[in-house]
């Protein structure tokens, strides 16, 4: 990575329970908060720190947020975090709709749901992208995967086939 790239870092919810008061409302799952966890520490140890949150407004994935902040320890205390209603139904074009208006922000996490994750990394991946993660992302990515994508433009001109992407993980927990 030089120092002109920004990293956006794409996270589907953890395991949520079947069941809640309504979708929006769906918690975490005692394996879905495992999951949360583990990701906050891959996270961590290859220091992909966000400087910025987009997360959908789902409980579930607010949940999975606080718990990925809370294993970045010290890190995650300051983190800016916007809890985005449109998220939480969002398609690929409208998260890069949000992520266009962003400033200067280096490393962007976006909290969602499936299938926008793994469409939208799909959509942005160019050619240079690793296709291994390309063939994952087309086959859709289960709880608690995230990817991370580097682009050398400014967020204003993220678009298709503009990023590259690099890789796609999935918690061991």
Not at 83 to 90: F, K, Q, V
Not at 103 to 128: C, I, K, M, N, Y
Not at 134 to 161: F, I, K, Q, R
């Amino acid at each position: 990575m030089n120092d002109t790239t920004n990293r956006l870092l794409l996270l589907r919810h953890a395991k949520a329970e079947r069941l809640g008061p309504n979708d929006h409302q769906r918690p975490l799952a005692l394996r879905g908060r495992r999951q949360a966890s583990a990701v906050g520490a891959d996270l961590g140890a290859e220091n992909l720190v966000p400087d910025r949150v987009l997360c959908s407004s789902a409980l579930r994935t607010r949940q999975t947020w606080e718990l990925v902040r809370l294993a970045l320890g010290a890190a995650g205390a300051d983190v800016a975090v916007d809890i985005c209603d449109e998220l939480y139904d969002a398609g690929p074009r409208d998260v890069v709709t949000l992520l266009n208006g962003l400033d200067d922000e280096r490393t962007v996490l976006v909290v969602g749901h499936e299938p926008t994750v793994s469409v939208l990394s799909g959509l942005l991946a160019g050619p240079t992208s690793s296709p291994d993660a390309v063939d994952e992302v087309c086959h859709g990515v289960p709880t608690a995967a995230w990817t991370l994508l580097e682009l050398t433009t400014a967020w204003a001109g993220l678009d298709s086939a503009t990023a590259r992407l690099r890789s796609v993980r999935v918690p061991a927990a």
